[in-house]
């Protein structure tokens, strides 16, 4: 049976691009602080969390006078950061999981495996490359930044959808359950879910 630490971690990150202030808790009750210069990723954030079950808090300050890219990535790649450090070990997790998650017109599934092994694979297609003045390629960005970093298996697919702004929001309800499914701690694992001993 794994303990019952607290599975949280933080990150402050500055570069001469961004400068990130960030906190994760795995098993949290679904609070946010979201302070980032990029509108609709709040967004986005608060539903992850929310629908997870984490706690989030991310203070991001970036040169979005060039665009949005530099604090998007950034954000991604400290959430990964925490989450690796958060889970530690892994012992107990359940390490995998997969979620449909639908909203309204729009169907998006997420599949994770909780690996040490970093892989990525998307499948989207939005109708609007804008959702008011964010870029949708910058969902790509951010979920393979997230799973490189928190060397997990990420697979994404939006399966249908007209409504851009709910295919995006759909991919991140579903990222939010998936993982929490994924990081669940189950009293009949021993150790680490893989015949390795190690993930």
């Known amino acids: ?66 665009d949005d890219h530099h604090t998007v990535e950034d954000i991604g790649i400290c959430l990964g950061q925490t989450l690796r450090e958060a889970l530690g070990d892994k012992k107990g997790i359940k390490r995998y999981a997969s979620v449909f998650v639908p909203m309204d017109e ?10 040490n092994r970093p892989h990525f694979e998307y499948r989207a297609e939005y109708p609007s490359s804008q959702v008011g003045s964010f870029s949708t390629e910058l969902v790509h960005e951010f979920l393979w930044k997230l799973a490189l970093e928190a060397r997990i298996t990420l697979h994404v697919i939006v399966h249908y959808g007209h409504n851009t702004h709910h295919m995006i929001e759909a991919v991140f309800k579903a990222l939010g359950r998936a993982l929490d499914e994924a990081t669940m701690i189950d009293p009949r694992v021993q150790g680490v879910p893989s015949t390795k001993g190690v993930l």
């Not at 729009?106 to 690996?115: M, P, R, W």
């Open 106 to 115: 729009a169907l998006a599934q997420v599949i994770i495996d909780v690996s």
């Open 1 to 66: 049976m794994a303990d019952k630490k607290v599975r949280e971690a933080s990150i402050t990150r500055t570069t001469n691009e961004t400068d990130i202030k960030l906190t994760f808790a795995v098993d949290g009750s679904g609070e946010t602080k979201l302070e980032t210069d990029v509108p609709f990723l709040n967004h986005m954030l608060d539903l992850f969390a929310k629908h997870g079950q984490f706690n989030l808090d991310v203070n991001a300050k970036g040169d979005i006078e060039i």
